[in-house]
């Protein structure tokens, strides 16, 4: 992808993907890469920021006599996730705008 993800728009698609199911690393890694190119070396820091600004709590879990570390989103995260969503949607229609690529609600929305 030509365009690269910058921290907050990164956190949003974390916290989206952990909204909805807890995740541990791994997995949430893979989910990340089916859309953009990342490493778990860029991830673990933001998994370690969204936790420390409270946006999503750990706890381990076993697996074949392992423990895995999911990560479940807090409430202030979904508010955090919501603003973000607001705000990606304001940021897009712009972006869309400048480069002539906008679409009208109706067009948006589906046939329904």
Do not use: H
């Not at 409270?54 to 879990?61: A, N, S």
């Not at 479940?72 to 607001?86: C, M, N, P, V």
């Not at 906008?102 to 329904?112: F, I, L, Y």
């Amino acid at each position: 992808m030509t365009y690269q993800l910058v921290a907050p728009l990164l956190d949003a698609c974390v916290l989206g993907i952990i909204a909805q199911e807890d995740s541990y690393g791994y997995t949430l890694t893979q989910k990340v890469r089916e859309m953009v190119d990342i490493s778990e070396s860029t991830l673990y820091p933001v998994l370690r920021r969204l936790t420390k600004d409270q946006c999503l709590i750990t706890y381990d879990k076993p697996f074949q006599g392992r423990n895995r570390r999911y990560y479940a989103i807090t409430d202030y995260g979904r508010r955090r996730l919501e603003f973000y969503q607001k705000e990606w949607l304001s940021y897009k229609y712009n972006v869309d705008a400048l480069l002539g690529t906008e679409v009208t609600r109706k067009e948006g929305q589906g046939n329904e």
